[in-house]
């Protein structure tokens, strides 16, 4: 059996450039080893770890004012954008990225000598997706909690050493060879009540990243107190990528419980502030899918769906543009629903009931 490892990155080198926290424009080659940043309070040691984890996995979109915030008003240059370059190695892999410090956006990357212009749609997922691989890690949430956790540390870096579940987590990331989530997957599948208890300890008691990725997997357990955190996450991040429509929890909904928290998510995608692909992965679509599952769950689901849509356009159709493309989704939901009950009724009732859907 061919034994596989995880390949952690490698810091050569980084550039802080523009940013008023610091007297000038600094860069530091790393010395194979162990580095140390050392001096006295409010030099930047603190600051320089967060920079380097930036620069290696990025900030959420409520933190991206944290750079800018760290420096007094008076000094902060309107002409100039603080950013943070890094080039590192994962395993025989060269990387170098360049980040914005005060709006989270990647100005320059290159894989190998692969350039990436920064209008290359949806880059920031395309350079995830590209570390994860490399690194063998399953996940890009394992991945950041193996840097903050394990491999950079702040001067107060001892979260670790009281905290039970991130221990279990290392532990097992460092020992399942970087396979922690796609293991905690197939538990899931197998609906595992120790990896649930383990999930809802994460969630109750972790922190906020742990809460999010706890939430994830408890959603595949109907559980509705997580749907409602997700709901709440994704209004406080007011954003919706292509990778969180792949990997969404949302489509494994069944229970009737769910469509009102459904609802919201689909009112929040029509919002003028709200964040999204202009493709087919958007979370109106990844919304419509999910009731669509639940609806085929029984009759009074799919009476409650249904009823729910209609309200819906009824509130709406005023206040947001497109609105009145939801008529066509109940007209395509009722179209399915009969074709899936038609091993219930005779022939002649299942074409009866499609003649009397409007196209």
């Avoid at 954008?81 to 080039?87: G, N």
């Amino acid at each position: 059996m061919e034994i596989e490892y995880i390949r952690l990155p490698v810091v050569k080198k980084i550039e802080v450039l523009g940013y008023r926290l610091f007297k000038g424009d600094w860069r530091y080659e790393f010395k194979k080893g162990l580095n140390l940043f050392v001096g006295g309070n409010r030099l930047g040691k603190t600051t320089t770890v967060y920079i380097l984890l930036y620069g290696l996995i990025g900030i959420s979109r409520t933190e991206r004012t944290f750079f800018t915030n760290r420096v007094p008003p008076q000094k902060q240059s309107k002409d100039v954008s603080p950013s943070v370059r890094l080039q590192f190695d994962i395993g025989d892999n060269s990387i170098e990225i360049e980040r914005d410090l005060s709006n989270s956006n990647i100005i320059y990357l290159s894989i190998n000598g692969t350039h990436y212009p920064k209008d290359t749609p949806d880059i920031e997922d395309v350079y995830l997706k590209e570390v994860v691989r490399l690194s063998g890690i399953s996940s890009i949430d394992d991945y950041r909690d193996l840097l903050a956790k394990f491999l950079i540390r702040e001067e107060e870096g001892t979260s670790l050493l009281w905290d039970a579940n991130s221990q279990i987590k290392i532990l097992r990331l460092l020992f399942n060879y970087g396979k922690y989530a796609s293991e905690i997957e197939e538990l899931t599948k197998n609906n595992s009540q120790k990896v649930r208890q383990f999930l809802e300890g994460l969630f109750s008691k972790g922190d906020k990243k742990d809460r999010i990725k706890a939430t994830e997997y408890l959603i595949k357990y109907q559980d509705l107190d997580a749907l409602r955190f997700y709901v709440d996450w994704m209004k406080e991040k007011k954003e919706f990528s292509r990778s969180l429509f792949d990997s969404s929890p949302l489509r494994s909904l069944r229970i009737r419980k769910a469509i009102p928290l459904l609802m919201e998510l689909l009112a929040l995608s029509y919002e003028e502030d709200f964040k999204q692909p202009d493709t087919f992965d958007r979370l109106d679509r990844l919304v419509l899918d999910s009731l669509t599952v639940i609806a085929f769950e029984s009759d009074e689901n799919y009476l409650e769906v249904k009823k729910s849509i209609e309200f819906f356009i009824d509130k709406y159709l005023s206040v947001y543009q497109n609105v009145n493309w939801l008529y066509a989704f109940l007209d395509q939901l009722e179209q399915k629903y009969y074709i899936n009950k038609s091993e219930q009724f005779e022939i002649g009732e299942v074409v009866q009931k499609l003649e009397e859907i409007h196209f």
